[in-house]
C-alpha cells in the first residue's frame, strides 16, 4: 500500500509538456511550514517517477515515446507518463487491454501486434481521439463489434493481419471517417457484408490476403470510391466475374495472384481504367486474357507468371502500349516467345523471365520493337544458346542469363567477351550477374564463362576449320577464274579446233550411212538377176 500512496501522487505535479522541473516544484513548496519535510518528500516523489518505467522498456521522456518490445509484459502499464503520443507493446504476452488505455488521452501511435490478444471488446479506445495508427496484428482476435473502434475518429492506419476473423459484419468501420489503411490479411475470412465498408470514404488501402473468400464481394466494394489499392490475392476465387471491380474507378494496383483462377470474364477489368499495376500470377489460365486486358490501356505493369499458358503469341498485350514492366516467372508449361509478343509495347522496360523450366525458344525479331528495353532477366530457365542477334545487348543496364543449361562453345564466344566488361548492373548488392556457369560439355561443367579460354570453347578448332574451308573455296575460284581467262586468251584456237571436231563427226556417219545403202541395193540387185530353176513333173 505504500508504494501505491507514492505512485498515484504523481498524477498532480504534472506539466502540460512532461513533468515539472525541479525549480517550479521549489516555487510551489516555499512558504510552506514544513519545508523541510516536503523537500524530502519531493525528493521521494522525483526518484520514483523516475522508477516508473518498466524493466526492458525505453521510456522517452522529451519525445514522449515508451518502447515495451521483449519486455515479458502481461498486462498493459498504466504508470506510463500520461501524455505519452507514442506507445509500442509489441512481442510480449498482454492478454486482455479491457480499460487499459484511458489514462493516455494523447496516444497518437499505437503497437500492440505479436501479443496473445484474444478480443479487444467495446469502447477500449473511446479516449484516444488523437490516435492515428493502431496496430494490433499477429494476436487472436475472433471477433469485431460495432462498438469496438468507437472513439477513433482520426485514425488513419488499422492493421488487423494475423488474426482469427472470419467474418466482417455490417457497418462494423462506420465509426472511422478517416481511415486510410486497412489490413485484414491472413485471417479466415470467408463471409463480406455487402455493407462491411460503409462509412469508409476516406480509405485508399485494403489488404483481404490469404482468407477464405470465394468470390468477389462486388456489392461491398461499392462504398470505397477512393480505393487505390487493392490486395485479395491467397483467396479461392477461381473466377473473376464481368464488371467485378466496376465501382473501384480510381484503383491503381490490383493483386489477384495465387487464387487458382480458371476463368477472366470478359469485362472482368471494366472501368477500371486508372489501373496501373496488375497481379496474376500463380493462377490456372490457359493463354494471356489479351482481350479482357483491353479495358486497362493505361496498365504500366503486369505479373502473369506460374500459369498454365505455354506460348506468347503475338499481340499478347495488345493496346497496352504504356506497359513497362512485364514478369513471367515460374512457369509450369511456358515454352517459347512468338515473334511479335511485344509489337504493341514499345514503352517496355524490364521483362523478368525466370525460372521457367521447360522455356527455351525465342523468335529472333522477338524484341527489334523494344528501343527502351533496359532490363532482362532469363535466369533459371532451359536455354542452351542464345544468339548474338536476338538483341543489342550492349545497351542492356542489367542482363542476367544465370542458372541456364548452356552448352558452352564458340557461338558463346560474344557472351564470354560481353560479361567479361561487366558493365551490367545488379539487382542487389550480393548478385554478381557475370557468374554465369556451363553445363556442357562435361570437361566444362560447372566452369565460369568468364574464365573460359577461346581453346577452351574450341574457338581454335572453329578457325582452323574455317581457315581450311576458306582455302579450298579459295582455290577453287582461282582455278575456276584460271580457266576462264585461258578460254578467253585462247578462244579462236578452241573455237576452230571444237568446229574441226565437230565437222568430222558429221561426215562419218554419211559415208558409213552411204556404204550401207549401196550394200543393201548389191543384195537386192543379186537376188532379182538370179533365175529359178524350174523342176519338171516327171521328176516329181
Known amino acids: 500500500m505504500t508504494q501505491m500512496w507514492i505512485i498515484l501522487p504523481l498524477q498532480l505535479p504534472v506539466h502540460r509538456n512532461g513533468f515539472e522541473s525541479r525549480r517550479m516544484a521549489m516555487n510551489r513548496l516555499r512558504g510552506s511550514p514544513c519545508i523541510i519535510v516536503l523537500l524530502f ?52 504476452h498482454i492478454k486482455s487491454i479491457m480499460a487499459s488505455f484511458g489514462v493516455y488521452h494523447n496516444l497518437e501511435y499505437l503497437d500492440v ?15 484516444q481521439s488523437h490516435l492515428n495508427y493502431l496496430l494490433l496484428s499477429r494476436n487472436m482476435i475472433s471477433s469485431i ?48 457484408s455487402d455493407a462491411a465498408f460503409v462509412g469508409l470514404n476516406s480509405l485508399r488501402v485494403l489488404s483481404l490476403r490469404d482468407n477464405k473468400i470465394t468470390s468477389i464481394p462486388v456489392l461491398a466494394f461499392h462504398n470505397l470510391p477512393t480505393l487505390l489499392k487493392l490486395d485479395i490475392g491467397l483467396n479461392s476465387l477461381r473466377k473473376v466475374p ?53 479495358d486497362v490501356r493505361r496498365l504500366e505493369e503486369i505479373n502473369i507468371g506460374q500459369n498454365n499458358f505455354f506460348e506468347l503469341k503475338p499481340l499478347s498485350f495488345k493496346r497496352l ?30 521483362l523478368v523471365l525466370n525460372h521457367n ?22 535466369r533459371g530457365n532451359a536455354f542452351t544458346t542464345f544468339h548474338y542477334d536476338l538483341l543489342p545487348w550492349d545497351e542492356l543496364d542489367v542482363f542476367d542469363v544465370r542458372d541456364n543449361p548452356l552448352i558452352c562453345d564458340c557461338e558463346l564466344k560474344w557472351l564470354c567477351n560481353l560479361l567479361k566488361k561487366n558493365n551490367f548492373t545488379s ?46 573455296v579459295v582455290a577453287a575460284v582461282l582455278t575456276v577464274s584460271a580457266l576462264v581467262l585461258l578460254g578467253i586468251r585462247y578462244r579462236e584456237n578452241i573455237s576452230r579446233a571444237f568446229k574441226k571436231k565437230w565437222i568430222s563427226r558429221r561426215k562419218d556417219p554419211q559415208y558409213q550411212k552411204t556404204t550401207c545403202v549401196e550394200e543393201e541395193h548389191n543384195i537386192l540387185h543379186a537376188a532379182a538377176q538370179q533365175s529359178l530353176k524350174m523342176a519338171p513333173v516327171t521328176e516329181l
Open 41 to 92: 518528500y519531493f525528493t521521494c516523489l522525483w526518484t520514483d517517477v523516475v522508477a516508473m518505467c518498466p524493466v526492458k522498456c525505453n521510456c522517452d521522456d522529451e519525445n514522449l515515446r515508451v518502447e515495451c518490445e521483449f519486455a515479458n509484459l502481461d498486462v498493459v502499464p498504466i504508470t506510463l507518463n500520461p501524455e505519452l503520443r507514442e506507445l509500442v507493446l509489441k512481442n510480449n
Open 357 to 378: 523450366k521447360i522455356f527455351k525458344e525465342i523468335d529472333l525479331q522477338t524484341f527489334d520493337n523494344l528501343p527502351n528495353l533496359k532490363m532482362l532477366s532469363l
Open 145 to 192: 463489434q460495432n462498438e469496438t473502434f468507437l472513439g477513433l475518429e482520426k485514425l488513419t492506419v488499422l492493421h488487423m493481419n494475423e488474426n482469427f476473423l472470419q467474418e466482417i459484419p455490417p457497418n462494423v468501420f462506420s465509426i472511422l471517417p478517416s481511415l486510410e489503411n486497412l489490413d485484414l490479411s491472413q485471417n479466415r475470412i470467408f463471409f463480406i
Open 242 to 294: 464481368e464488371e467485378g471491380f466496376s465501382s473501384l474507378r480510381q484503383l491503381e494496383e490490383l493483386s489477384l495472384d495465387g487464387c487458382g483462377i480458371e476463368t477472366i470474364e470478359l469485362g472482368a477489368f471494366r472501368w477500371l481504367n486508372s489501373l496501373l499495376v496488375l497481379r496474376l500470377q500463380d493462377n490456372d489460365l490457359d493463354e494471356i486474357p489479351t482481350t479482357t486486358l483491353f
Open 427 to 472: 539487382v542487389s548488392p550480393n548478385d554478381d550477374l557475370t557468374e554465369v556457369r556451363c553445363a556442357s560439355p562435361p570437361a566444362m561443367e560447372n566452369a565460369l564463362l568468364t574464365q573460359v579460354t577461346e581453346e577452351d570453347l574450341g574457338c581454335f578448332l572453329e578457325n582452323r576449320r574455317r581457315k581450311i574451308i576458306i582455302g579450298v
Open 321 to 350: 502500349k504504356y506497359l513497362r514492366v512485364i514478369e513471367i516467372s515460374g512457369g509450369r508449361k511456358f515454352l517459347r516467345i512468338q515473334n511479335g509478343a511485344f509489337a504493341d509495347n514499345n514503352n517496355l522496360q524490364k
Open 113 to 127: 501486434s505479436h501479443n496473445q490478444l484474444i478480443t479487444i471488446g467495446k469502447n477500449n479506445f473511446q479516449k
